[in-house]
Each structure stands twice: as C-alpha cells, then as structure tokens.
C-alpha cells in the first residue's frame, strides 16, 4: 500500500491526487495496482518526523535522497518502501523529465541494513514472483520510462551499488567507492546487480566485482563503465543535476524512445533483427512529431557546428 505521506513532494501529491483509489508500479514487463490510502493528521506528522526519503522537485526534475546517513544511508524496510514510492510518484507525473538519485549526508548507500536483517532469523518477507512486487532494496525491480541519473559519494556498496546500477548514468566522486561488500556477510545480490552489472560492463569484470566482493575507486569504475562522471567530492549530486538538466531540454519523445530501444535490445529482444523491428516501430511516429520540426530548426539555422543551444 502506498503510504502517500512518506513522500515530501508537494507537487507529486498533487499530480497523484488527481488519480486517486488505484496507483500502477512497473516491475519488469509487468506492473501491479496499489490502493492508496489516507492518514490521520497525527500519524502524518509522526511519518514526517522520520522521513528516511527525501524527494524535492526543481522544475521537472526530481531529486531523490536517501535519508539514513548515521546509518551510512543502509536501507531497512521503511526506506525500501519510500524509495518504492518516491520512485513510483516520479514514474507516473507526466510533468517530471528525469530524476538524480543521490545519499544525504556524504554516502550514497552503503547497502541493506545488516542490523535490521540480524534480527529477522526466522521471519524474512521476500516477494518471489519479481513482476508482481518490489525487491529487498525497494525500487530495484523497476524499469523507468525517463532518465535517472545517480549522484555517488562516499560509499555505494552491496545493495547501495545495486540501486546505483538503476540509474542510466552515475556521476562519482573522486573519493567515492563502490564493491560488492556483502560477499564478506554472505549476503547475495538479489536487487539486480547480477543481472544489470554483467550487462554494464561485461561479464569478466562483472565477475571481477561480485567474487572477490574488492573496493573500486572511482577512477577505475571510469575505466570499467559504471561510472560515467567523475567529479571532485561534494560536487556529485550539482553534476548530476545540470546533466539531468541539460537532458531535459531535448526533445523528449525521441529520447525516451532512443532510450527505450537501447533497454530492449540489451536485455530483452530475442534477435538482432527483432530489436531492429522494435527500434523503427517504437520511434516512427516521433519523425512527423518532433524530428520534422527539429529538421525545421536546423534549415532555420539553429544547432549548426554542432551547437547545443
């Protein structure tokens, strides 16, 4: 059930509040129906008080912040289901373009939360069907019509790396490192890091990664392709945001069908020539709507020698 006071955006509660009774999450292929319910004035402001997710918006971008940082940002059950929310809301506002994804606090996320897990011997709900609910880390199971861009400082470990691996591109920090440090604990990546990192960049160095379970700095996870930025500490998440900016003015019919192209090949079309059936089927409408006038604005004189503005 979505727990629409958790979520501390203004301008989404709006957006929701327009469709109210039944909200839709997209998981996998598939997606799931979720009533939405309303609180007490009292109980609002109990959640308030321990809000574990932040999310503001600016302009059409939302910024998501995980909000535990005397935790190292861990995620327990509380913060996976706000992330499950927030996350949602940004997927269903049709006036939101993109979202960056960040940690409060000086780490993006150091993983699942080991002390909350430890006391959960004997009673550990997982949803098995992955296309009917969200994964151990919230949102991880979910796959985004729009850009998301993670902004990683300090550490992004374990399941912290598995959220940063949603995310299209990720701006690290120069100190930042990530790693599969739950292969000290036991714990299995079960958020999709087997599934997205091998496709990221390869399987070798996927493996690399997920047994040896090492530190990577942020210089070598430019080298690897996980990371797409690397920025001086404390400028991750302004990085982030400018890149989500600038992605935003584009003309989005186009980029969400590039981008949904690009997604499909990768890890869903059966052939070559299947992915390139979906690829002209999925973008030929944009030609009349948006490349027509954008082939307009170049004969116009707009964009010549390569200009962005």
């Not at 939405?36 to 912040?65: D, L």
């Not at 940082?69 to 809301?89: D, G, M």
């Not at 120069?174 to 990546?189: E, K």
């Not at 082939?295 to 390569?306: D, V």
């Amino acid at each position: 059930m979505l727990l629409l006071s958790r979520i501390p955006c203004t301008k989404t509660l709006e957006s929701i509040g327009r469709h109210p009774g039944l909200f839709k999450c997209v998981f996998g292929r598939k997606s799931c129906e979720s009533s939405v319910s309303a609180f007490s004035t009292s109980t609002q402001k109990r959640e308030a008080a321990k809000q574990n997710v932040v999310a503001e918006t600016h302009g059409s971008i939302m910024a998501i912040g995980i909000n535990r940082p005397e935790a190292r940002n861990a995620v327990n059950q509380e913060t996976a289901q706000q992330l499950l929310e927030t996350f949602t809301s940004f997927e269903k506002d049709p006036s939101l373009t993109a979202a960056v994804f960040h940690g409060i606090g000086g780490n993006f996320c150091s993983g699942y939360d080991l002390k909350e897990l430890a006391h959960q011997r004997t009673s550990i709900k997982l949803e098995q069907d992955v296309t009917k609910g969200p994964g151990p880390m919230g949102p991880s199971r979910m796959q985004f019509s729009k850009p998301v861009i993670a902004a990683v400082s300090g550490y992004a470990v374990a399941g912290g790396l598995e959220l940063s691996l949603l995310a299209d591109l990720r701006v690290m920090e120069q100190s930042a490192i990530i790693g599969v440090f739950c292969r000290r604990f036991g714990v299995p990546l079960i958020d999709g890091g087997t599934v997205r990192l091998p496709h990221l960049i390869g399987l070798s160095r996927a493996l690399d990664l997920i047994l040896t379970g090492r530190p990577v700095s942020a210089q070598e996870a430019l080298a690897f392709g996980i990371a797409n930025r690397v920025v001086p500490d404390g400028q991750a998440f302004q990085h982030a945001m400018e890149l989500a900016e600038q992605i935003s003015t584009f003309p989005q019919q186009c980029l969400r069908a590039d981008r949904l192209s690009a997604y499909h090949s990768t890890f869903d079309a059966s052939s070559f020539s299947e992915a390139m059936q979906f690829e002209f089927d999925h973008s030929k409408h944009v030609i009349l709507k948006e490349a027509v006038p954008g082939a307009n604005k170049f004969s116009s004189g707009t964009g010549r020698g390569g200009a962005f503005s």
